[in-house]
């Protein structure tokens, strides 16, 4: 004999959304990194309306997925003026996390982090260029399986490996904006449950 418990309908349910949210935040991840992948071929217009609300748009639609499908799965009925109301939270916090990745400074550890795994050179990337005699070139920034390059690590500033590898930037913007929408999936599909 089976009991029914609550309990355990809401953890299932929770881990479902919480799968669902994750699969929404890497499509955001990707195409934030496609985005700046194109940065230079679209007008700056395009890139910002997309940068700035397209993008967003689709985490708080994505929002109001996660919100709907835990309401079906956790109350067996769907209100979805609750979920789209809720969502909004997610909006506004993947909007605030959109600014933060804005700042350079903000953007530097995860350039720093995930530059070696791309190129094999550890660099040590900084906000702006502290020593003017020395110049780097597009070739400090390619790929190198030379192994005098695995003790050694680089100096070199946010904008020059921002513009020979523009996909960095959409890293540093979705690595943000994945824990913004599962900070904000987390408050508004705990609001948006009315059962």
Wanted: charged fraction near 5%; include cysteine; charge should be positive.
């Amino acid at each position: 004999m089976t009991q029914n418990n609550p309990d355990n309908k809401t953890t299932i349910s929770t881990g479902k959304s919480l799968g669902i949210s994750i699969a929404f935040s890497f499509i955001c991840i990707w195409a934030y990194i496609v985005l700046f992948m194109f940065k230079n071929t679209l007008s700056s217009v395009i890139f910002n309306i997309l940068l700035w609300f397209i993008i967003p748009v689709i985490c708080y639609i994505s929002s109001i997925s996660v919100n709907v499908i835990n309401q079906l799965s956790t109350c067996g009925t769907i209100n979805i003026g609750s979920a789209s109301l809720f969502s909004l939270i997610t909006f506004g916090i993947v909007y605030i996390f959109t600014i933060i990745s804005s700042i350079s400074y903000c953007r530097i550890p995860i350039i720093s982090a995930i530059a070696p795994s791309l190129t094999g050179i550890t660099y040590n990337v900084t906000s702006k260029k502290k020593n003017s005699n020395t110049n780097y070139n597009s070739s400090n920034i390619s790929n190198s399986n030379n192994s005098n390059s695995c003790n050694s690590s680089k100096n070199i500033t946010l904008e020059m490996i921002e513009s020979k590898l523009p996909s960095l930037q959409g890293i540093s913007y979705g690595f943000y904006v994945f824990f913004g929408m599962l900070f904000g999936n987390v408050i508004s599909t705990g609001l948006s449950i009315n059962c």
